[in-house]
């Protein structure tokens, strides 16, 4: 499976952006796709994940702003972003877990495979 990150984009403090991550392969439906960004000398973090079942997690630092959902007919998950901050600026990558079952949504980088590219969020104040 190969992941492609784009929806990326400057955007004003308390704004809105929808990122895409879109799958190619035909096991999309059953693996989890995670969420992270990554600033400018900064660690790789993660931002959120959906699993093949449908759960999700977030980072605290995004819930209640950010909302992830997958449509499996599109093979493409998306990440809502809404009231910005400049403090979310960052690369953002998509990535999968294939092996964290249905219901779990792991957090840790090395968990996940298969990075895509990434895509730009730039957040001004």
């Known amino acids: 499976v190969q992941l492609q990150a784009s929806g990326g984009g400057l955007v004003q403090a308390g704004g809105s952006l929808r990122l895409s991550c879109a799958a190619s392969?035909?096991?999309?439906?059953?693996?989890?796709i995670g969420w992270f960004r990554q600033a400018p000398g900064k660690e790789r973090d993660f931002v959120a994940g959906?699993?093949?079942?449908?759960?999700?997690n977030y980072a605290g630092s995004v819930k209640g702003r950010f909302t992830i959902s997958r449509d499996n007919t599109e093979n493409t998950v998306y990440l809502q972003m809404n009231s910005l901050k400049p403090e979310d600026t960052a690369v953002y990558y998509c990535?999968?877990?294939?092996?964290?079952?249905?219901?779990?949504?792991?957090?840790?980088?090395?968990?996940?495979?298969?990075w895509g590219h990434g895509t730009l969020v730039t957040v001004s104040s």
């Open positions: 990535a999968l877990d294939g092996r964290s079952g249905i219901w779990r949504v792991r957090r840790k980088p090395d968990e996940y495979d298969n």
């Open positions: 959906i699993s093949s079942g449908g759960s999700t």
């Open positions: 392969g035909r096991t999309f439906n059953r693996i989890t």
